[in-house]
Nanobody, 121 residues
């Protein structure tokens, strides 16, 4: 079992930046891929970014690539999501997710509780 805890959400003005972090605990961290989803009000959850267990491979939602960057933290059980040039459409609850071996981003195995990001225009 894996437990995920997000931090770093909050209120930011349009055009600003925010950095989210996720701390994982439980099973061996190095064996899981981790990533981010988000859910805006009235919309379905959508994939944001994913990063491999080694940090050597990342993937992004096409519309977000270039503004959002996911990275592994210095601590072995953390990942980050750097979000730049934020706009009102980025307002959502952001969830940290993790995959067991063999799983795909279409259906993550583990979910954090989520952290609210609100972008004011």
């Amino acid at each position: 079992q894996v437990q995920l805890v997000e931090s770093g959400g909050g209120l930011v003005q349009a055009g600003g930046s925010l950095r989210l972090s996720c701390a994982a605990s439980g099973r061996t961290f190095s064996s899981i891929d981790m990533g981010w989803f988000r859910q805006a009000p009235g919309k379905e959850r959508e994939f944001v970014a994913g990063i491999s267990r080694t940090g050597g491979s990342t993937t992004y939602a096409g519309t977000l690539k270039g503004r959002f960057t996911s990275s592994r933290g210095n601590a072995k059980n953390t990942v980050h999501l750097q979000m730049n040039s934020l706009n009102a459409e980025d307002t959502a609850v952001y969830y940290c997710v993790a995959l067991r071996a063999g799983s795909t981003w279409s259906r993550p195995d583990y979910w954090g509780q989520g952290t609210q990001v609100t972008v004011s225009s």
